[in-house]
């Protein structure tokens, strides 16, 4: 069973930025496509982008594109979300979550889950 543990967060003014990372343990991730997910108050969890087993390709959801990058580093075991230009309505819990090696389109794999990060952003 892998563990997902995420650090990073907090409270930052509008078009500040922010670094969430997440520390697998118990699990290798370099096998596994790691996303990255967001619920505000009162919403439904969605989508904000993924990263392939190497690193080498990344998707992400359009209201994101251009300002959040997802990296990865396999010998750490970690991943990151850096998140530019963030905008009150980017505020929400975030989460990681791995997904099945070789999967790669669809959100209803991933199969475990880090324990979400609080980000605010303050207009």
């Known amino acids: 069973q892998v563990q997902l543990v995420q650090s990073g967060g907090g409270l930052v003014q509008a078009g500040g930025s922010l670094r969430l990372s997440c520390a697998a343990s118990?699990?290798?991730?370099?096998?596994?496509?790691m996303g990255w997910f967001r619920q505000a108050p009162g919403k439904e969890r969605e989508f904000v982008g993924l990263?392939?087993?190497?690193?080498?390709?990344?998707r992400y959801a359009d209201p994101v594109k251009g300002r959040f990058t997802i990296s990865r580093d396999n010998a750490k075991n970690t991943v990151f979300l850096q998140m530019n230009s963030l905008k009150p309505e980017d505020t929400g819990v975030y989460y990681c979550a791995a997904k099945p090696y070789g999967s790669w389109y669809g959100e209803d794999d991933f199969h475990s889950w880090g324990q979400g990060t609080q980000v605010t952003v303050s207009s």
């Open positions: 990263i392939s087993s190497q690193g080498v390709n990344t």
């Open positions: 118990g699990h290798t991730l370099f096998m596994d496509p």
